[in-house]
């Protein structure tokens, strides 16, 4: 979504499955379209604060209604500053410079769920932009893929090694790619959960 000279970009992924899983990213993409739309925040940090009171609010956590969460990467980009600004609920963000990656990492607890109580506020994190950095904010879904010739998990570091070797292309190649690799490396195994991955070249 955009607001002003920022566009804003979630990857989200709720802990919650089936009609708890559908009902929570009803509410969190409600609640987030009104701070960025309606409140004007456009700060990632302020945003999952607020998103974090929402849901456990909504949800009526403190009363132990529900224990479901979100874990979500959320970026604000100015182009024209050639600035961004991200903070991660248990998500982090990957950026690719000159073939090499730097990890943002998050801050490590979800939005709602079970630390309700939990008083740490959401970090912001600042990176200036240069031409050709390639950014990428996942849920979990594509590095805890079961398969290989062992049916072990991809992991992190393979599905980094992946973007790695992809970055000479462009974007909609890469989608296929990562596409086509997901599913040799799933090959007869069920696929085990959402796969989720946003990247954008700058």
């Given amino acids: 979504m955009q607001n002003k000279d920022k566009v804003i970009v979630a990857a989200a992924d709720c802990t919650g499955h089936g ?3 559908a ?24 945003i999952l604060d607020e998103l974090n009171e929402g849901i456990i609010n909504s949800l009526k956590q403190r009363q132990g209604d529900s224990n479901d969460g979100m874990d979500i990467g959320l970026c604000s980009i100015d182009f024209k500053e050639n600035k961004l600004l991200f903070a991660g ?22 939005i709602g769920g079970m630390q ?8 912001a994190h600042s990176i200036d932009l240069l031409p050709n950095d390639t950014i990428y904010i996942f849920s979990d879904g594509y590095s805890d893929q079961f ?10 570091k393979r599905f980094k090694q992946y973007l790695q070797v ?32 946003v990247g954008i070249r700058v």
Avoid: C
């Fill in 116 to 123: 309700v109580d939990h008083k740490n506020k959401y970090t």
């Fill in 19 to 21: 009609v708890a899983g």
């Fill in 166 to 197: 992809m970055q000479h292309l462009p974007m909609d190649k890469q989608k296929e790619q990562l596409e086509q690799l997901f599913n040799s490396w799933k090959g007869n195994h069920e696929q085990v959960d959402d796969v989720l991955v």
């Fill in 89 to 110: 609920a248990n998500r982090p963000l990957w950026l690719f410079r000159n073939e090499e990656i730097k990890v943002i990492k998050p801050d490590k607890f979800p």
């Fill in 23 to 46: 009902f929570m990213s009803m509410i969190g993409t409600s609640l987030i379209n009104h701070l960025v739309n309606e409140k004007n925040i456009t700060n990632p940090a302020v």
């Fill in 147 to 156: 398969g290989g010739e062992q049916g072990k998990k991809m992991m992190s």
